[in-house]
């Protein structure tokens, strides 16, 4: 059996830093690691960054410039560089990942991020 567990969310102001990591607990090779999302109050799930198939890193626009995805390959671990944090960032993150055991998606418990002043 294996966990996802994100951590590094918190209250902070607008302009401020966090940076969020999300690790597996158990079996963590048995685990694909794919990239961060969010929920916004009202909106659907959205992608924040992640992998892409070629070895670049795919950012949603607004956050572009502001986070820096990065993984520690030995740990199998994400983490996600939040810089000039706004209003609108406040969401739950999520880590989104893979079992080797079935082709269907999986998602940590999350972390929450409030910016607020």
């Known amino acids: 059996q294996v966990q996802v567990v994100e951590s590094g969310g918190g209250l902070v102001q607008p302009g401020g830093s966090l940076t969020l990591s999300c690790a597996p607990f158990g079996s963590i090779t048995s685990v694909k690691m794919v990239g961060w999302f969010r929920h916004r109050p009202g909106n659907a799930r959205e992608l924040v960054a992640k992998?892409?198939?070629?070895?670049?890193?795919e950012y949603a626009e607004d956050v572009k410039g502001r986070f820096t995805f990065s993984r520690d390959n030995t740990k199998n671990t994400l983490f996600l560089q939040m810089n000039n944090l706004k209003s609108e960032d406040s969401a739950d993150y999520y880590c989104k990942f893979q079992k080797s055991d079935d082709p269907w998606p999986h998602w940590g418990q999350g972390t929450q991020v409030t910016v607020s002043s």
């Open positions: 992998d892409t198939s070629d070895g670049n890193i």
